[in-house]
Structures are given as structure tokens and as C-alpha cells.
């Protein structure tokens, strides 16, 4: 892991620099993180120093979601090895990039479920990368930031804690914005190859009901509704 800003890039990430913004296959256009950015710099747990494992594997784990969501094309991302990664969330098999394409990337990767068809808040075989990206920006008007907590081992297998918060801003599938923090914490494990320092395998480890619950928290039509029956709505025991 480089200390420094590989390739180019904002402050958090690696590869965006004015030569890759342009000859890049974007999804829709360049991304751009200022939005975000400032959720993040104001309401960060840590401000890690510079160069510091934790800084590193901040910026790897930032570096390697804005190349998931953003890039069509898998040979174009520099931060993994895309003959060899494959991603897997909660004890699921592992998908390799074009797997995760099928089932429309981002969202619906990291929301998949085995809970009955009628219990599914937000069902991922109804979803496309488009709508998720809608469905989900919608909501999170200020952005879904994320943070690495704690950094347990590594390199080259690195486990760590990572924190994803936003505001509900938007409704969500017919339940009313409350405007309050969504939080939700969860284990990663990134293990890189040796030689190239890429990431060949993600690990996921996350309760889905900690994103999803206080989305229905508000009810729909403005009926409010328990935020432990949501809950126990939209997870089951090992976090289905």
C-alpha cells in the first residue's frame, strides 16, 4: 500500500487524476466527491495520520469502492487484480467482477438476502445498478460516507472496522425521510497479492437490517412504525 497519492487523485483516493478522469470508461461521467467529502471531514470518528496504517487502508478501501461503482470496465480497475478478485458478504460466495455486474454492482452486491421474497424492504433481484444508484442517492442527498474504525492486521491480509453513515434526507420505497443518522458498522478483510500489492479477495461482514431498518422508521404516509419490528423485519439470525 502506497503511502501517497498513487496516479493521481483527490484527497481519499487513488486514480483520479485529470489523464484518468478523461480516458476512463465512467458509468455516468467522472465521479466527484465533494459532497461526501465534506460529510466525512465533519463527522469522522478518526482523523488518521498521514501515512499511518490506518490512513492506508482508508484510502485502499475508498480507492476500491470508487473504482466498484464507477467503472465499467474490470481491467480498468488498478486497485485489484480482475483475473483473480472475487468479493463475498456475509459467508456468500464469492463473485468475480462480471458475476458482480450481472447482479447490478454496488447496492445489490452488498444486500443480498435469503429472506422470504415478502419480507424484502428492498429486494436486489428487482434492482438495477441504475435504480440502486437512485433509489439510494435519493435518500442519502449528502452522501453515504465511510471510514476505517480500526485496523486489526495487515498487510497482506487486512482486516479491519469500518463505519458507513448518512442522513435520510429522501424517502425510501414509499416510507417518509426522517432526516436522522443511518449507521451501520461492519468487518472488512482485504487480501492482497504479495508481488502487486492488488486486492484479489474482499470480505464483507455486516448487519443489513442496521442499513435498511431505520429506513422504514418513519412509516409510510407518515404512520410511524417500531423501529425493533423493522428491524426484525428486514434481518434474521446471521444477518440473512
Given at each position: 500500500?502506497?503511502?501517497?497519492?498513487?496516479?493521481?487523485?483527490?484527497?481519499?483516493?487513488?486514480?483520479?487524476s485529470?489523464?484518468?478522469?478523461?480516458?476512463?470508461?465512467?458509468?455516468?461521467?467522472?465521479?466527484?466527491?465533494?459532497?461526501?467529502?465534506?460529510?466525512?471531514?465533519?463527522?469522522?470518528?478518526?482523523?488518521?495520520?498521514?501515512?499511518?496504517?490506518?490512513?492506508?487502508?482508508?484510502?485502499?478501501?475508498?480507492?476500491?469502492?470508487?473504482?466498484?461503482?464507477?467503472?465499467i470496465?474490470?481491467?480498468?480497475?488498478?486497485?485489484?487484480?480482475?483475473?483473480k478478485?472475487?468479493?463475498?458478504?456475509?459467508?456468500?460466495?464469492?463473485?468475480?467482477?462480471?458475476?458482480?455486474?450481472?447482479?447490478?454492482?454496488?447496492?445489490?452486491?452488498f444486500?443480498?438476502?435469503?429472506?422470504?421474497?415478502?419480507?424484502?424492504?428492498?429486494?436486489?433481484?428487482?434492482?438495477?445498478?441504475?435504480?440502486?444508484?437512485?433509489?439510494f442517492?435519493?435518500?442519502?442527498?449528502?452522501?453515504?460516507?465511510?471510514?476505517?474504525?480500526?485496523v486489526?492486521s495487515?498487510?497482506?491480509?487486512?482486516?479491519?472496522?469500518?463505519?458507513?453513515?448518512?442522513?435520510?434526507?429522501?424517502?425510501?420505497?414509499?416510507?417518509?425521510?426522517?432526516?436522522?443518522?443511518?449507521?451501520?458498522?461492519?468487518?472488512?478483510?482485504?487480501?492482497?497479492?504479495?508481488?502487486?500489492?492488488k486486492?484479489?479477495?474482499?470480505?464483507?461482514?455486516?448487519?443489513?437490517?442496521e442499513?435498511?431498518?431505520?429506513?422504514?422508521?418513519?412509516?409510510?404516509?407518515?404512520?410511524?412504525t417500531?423501529?425493533?419490528?423493522?428491524?426484525?423485519?428486514?434481518?434474521?439470525?446471521?444477518?440473512?
Amino acid at each position: 500500500m502506497a503511502s501517497s497519492i498513487v496516479g493521481g487523485g483527490n484527497k481519499y483516493r487513488d486514480y483520479l487524476s485529470d489523464e484518468e478522469l478523461k480516458n476512463t470508461k465512467w458509468r455516468n461521467g467522472p465521479p466527484t466527491y465533494d459532497v461526501v467529502d465534506k460529510l466525512f471531514e465533519q463527522e469522522r470518528t478518526h482523523v488518521w495520520a498521514e501515512g499511518s496504517v490506518e490512513d492506508k487502508v482508508q484510502r485502499l478501501l475508498k480507492t476500491w469502492e470508487m473504482e466498484l461503482v464507477h467503472k465499467i470496465d474490470p481491467n480498468e480497475m488498478k486497485s485489484v487484480d480482475p483475473t483473480k478478485f472475487k468479493k463475498s458478504v456475509n459467508g456468500r460466495k464469492g463473485l468475480t467482477p462480471e458475476e458482480a455486474v450481472k447482479l447490478g454492482g454496488g447496492y445489490n452486491t452488498f444486500l443480498q438476502t435469503s429472506l422470504p421474497e415478502n419480507l424484502r424492504v428492498y429486494n436486489p433481484e428487482d434492482e438495477t445498478f441504475e435504480s440502486s444508484q437512485n433509489v439510494f442517492r435519493s435518500i442519502f442527498v449528502r452522501g453515504f460516507a465511510i471510514e476505517v474504525l480500526h485496523v486489526y492486521s495487515g498487510p497482506p491480509e487486512i482486516v479491519y472496522k469500518f463505519r458507513h453513515w448518512g442522513y435520510m434526507d429522501g424517502p425510501f420505497k414509499g416510507y417518509v425521510a426522517t432526516g436522522q443518522l443511518v449507521e451501520l458498522f461492519g468487518i472488512g478483510i482485504f487480501e492482497l497479492e504479495k508481488e502487486s500489492n492488488k486486492i484479489v479477495k474482499a470480505e464483507f461482514f455486516f448487519d443489513r437490517g442496521e442499513l435498511l431498518g431505520p429506513l422504514m422508521k418513519g412509516g409510510k404516509n407518515g404512520e410511524s412504525t417500531s423501529e425493533m419490528a423493522l428491524l426484525e423485519d428486514s434481518k434474521c439470525p446471521f444477518m440473512k
